[in-house]
């Protein structure tokens, strides 16, 4: 099969991580080809390209966001793919004037949104509360299937490595959390919330970077450590003994599942993914935007050991084949 992912934004985050892993995982089987915009090929820590396999082909785009999605189009007719495969709002616009070109199918990363999604032919769900607002005429065309994530090596010595880098002692407790730093992941909450809780011997780390990053180191204290972006999140996760989402909202909530390979304990607000996941947390979740109720969770939560998750569901091999099989099933339709 011949298959075109289009993602067009500059820094790797959890969308992109899903566009990337589904590209290289697919290309071990498939002629797999990933348009990026040129500024994601970029030499620096966060850039998307640096994650992709040499087995796929990459084909970079540039220019106002206009002459992007003109050069994407014209890359698109060259191709001529069986299925192309939009990752967030500048890719699905791309997909808006190719109707008959190709199966184009769009991932709903955060909500269907009828002006980018409204005219394609397909539709993956990430989560089942995003379904209720897919219209009838694209629900036939609409599969759920969850996130995925496998468990990942971590360097020798992590966990002591990154404690004595950032002179955390072997003996305190670290709350962690991965992920951009910008409003809608409740940083400042989660802060507030530490404070309050006054854990005996606790650091609050947060690892990510983002427009509200600056804003988020001005207002904290020197016991929240800030490290900025990750290529290896897992070393972080090795080193954390509780895991936390403040987030004000969370479709999935990638993080969680690599939260859980790695064995942590979770405290989460109320977000539509984390009720999603909650079976498999089994803890009460937080009232978005309460800090007094995020302290009290995180003060609950100090003593709680690691854990073993059940990840069968998640495992990456076994998604993007379900994944396939769609792309499959929907190109029998769309060429009848």
């Known amino acids: 099969m011949k298959i075109a992912h289009i993602i067009l934004t500059h820094s790797f985050a959890g969308s992109e991580r899903y566009a990337i892993e589904l590209a290289n995982l697919q290309a071990e089987q498939h002629d797999v080809t990933l348009i990026l915009h040129q500024r994601g090929a970029e030499t620096r820590s966060n850039a998307i390209a640096q994650h992709v396999s040499p087995k796929v082909n990459i084909m970079l785009v540039g220019g106002i966001s206009l002459l992007t999605l003109y050069r994407c189009r014209n890359l698109l007719k060259q191709l001529k793919p069986d299925v ?102 409740g940083h400042d909450t989660l802060i507030k919330a530490f404070l309050l809780a006054a854990i005996p011997n606790s650091y609050l780390v947060i690892v990510g970077d983002g427009k509200n990053w600056q804003a988020i180191r001005k207002e904290a204290p020197a016991h929240v450590i800030m490290p900025g972006f990750s290529n290896t999140p897992q070393d972080w996760l090795a080193s ?97």
């Open 240 to 336: 954390f003994d509780l895991f936390v989402s403040a987030a004000r909202t969370e479709p999935f909530g990638l993080v969680f599942l690599e939260a859980m390979h790695a064995g942590l304990p979770i405290v989460a607000t109320a977000t539509e993914g984390a009720k999603y996941l909650q079976p498999l947390f089994n803890k009460e979740l937080v009232d978005i935007d309460s800090v007094t109720h995020l302290s009290k969770q995180l003060q609950q939560s100090q003593d709680i050991q690691k854990r073993q998750y059940p990840m069968e569901r998640f495992a990456p091999e076994k998604k993007v084949a379900e994944v396939i099989k769609f792309y499959q099933q929907q190109l029998t339709e769309y060429k009848n």
């Open 84 to 185: 192309a495969h939009a990752h967030l709002s500048a890719a699905c616009r791309v997909l808006q004037g190719l109707k008959g070109l190709c199966m184009r199918i769009a991932t709903l990363h955060i909500h269907y949104k009828k002006q980018q999604h409204a005219n394609l032919d397909a539709l993956i769900a990430i989560a089942p509360w995003q379904l209720s607002a897919i219209p009838k005429h694209l629900k036939s065309h609409t599969i759920q299937l969850d996130n995925w994530s496998g468990p990942r090596v971590t360097s020798e010595h992590a966990c002591q490595r990154l404690r004595r880098e950032y002179q955390i002692p072997e003996d305190a407790l670290v709350i962690g959390t991965l992920g951009r730093v910008e409003k809608s992941k």
